[in-house]
């Protein structure tokens, strides 16, 4: 009987909830502020040398990362990106690796394949590539979940995307040389 309940239960606050959001469009805004990087994740990074962190996007580039009905989840992959340049340029200022607008290394970053995926749990999945200006980049994808709200999770796969770029060969290889 309580088994039944539970199940009836569940069905009326998944259907509240997916009542709650229809007709809702809301923008997801990330913060770099949010979460750090942890601790050891630049250990491999030298000290010294500038390096210059740009953005692939040169304008706002909204993009729909979570749909269902009629409620849809949308961001900013100019933005998104510009959180990973300051969680980036912040780690890597710690190492003493000066971010150098002027620098002759130079490292573009973008973020892209944003989605959200809605149930107990926010999910979301997203890229974030380096292009290096000696021609060879790096891709690395993330993922990550929050209970609470969509922009945590996706903060989270922010910070577990540049946590990973820091410790990539192919980033170690050019900002170490």
Not at 50 to 74: D, P, R
Not at 95 to 120: N, Q
Not at 129 to 151: C, H, L, M, R
């Amino acid at each position: 009987m309580s088994i039944k309940w539970s199940r009836r239960f569940v069905r009326v606050v998944v259907a509240l909830l997916v009542g709650v959001l229809a007709g809702c469009a809301t923008t997801i805004v990330s913060d770099p502020d949010t979460f750090n990087v942890p601790a050891d994740a630049a250990k491999h990074l030298r000290a010294g040398g500038n390096v210059a962190l740009n953005n692939a996007y040169q304008a706002e580039t909204k993009v729909k990362i979570f749909t269902y009905g009629n409620s849809s989840w949308s961001g900013d992959l100019k933005q998104y990106t510009d959180t990973a340049i300051t969680m980036l340029g912040r780690e890597m200022q710690k190492k003493s690796v000066a971010v150098d607008p002027k620098a002759a290394k130079t490292v573009t970053l973008r973020v892209y394949d944003v989605s959200a995926t809605h149930g107990w749990v926010i999910e979301t999945v997203l890229t974030l590539e380096a292009q290096y200006g000696d021609g060879t980049k790096s891709t690395i994808k993330s993922e990550n979940s929050s209970p609470s709200d969509a922009w945590r999770a996706v903060d989270g796969s922010l910070m577990i995307a540049v946590s990973r770029l820091l410790g990539d060969d192919k980033f170690l290889a050019y900002v170490n040389n």
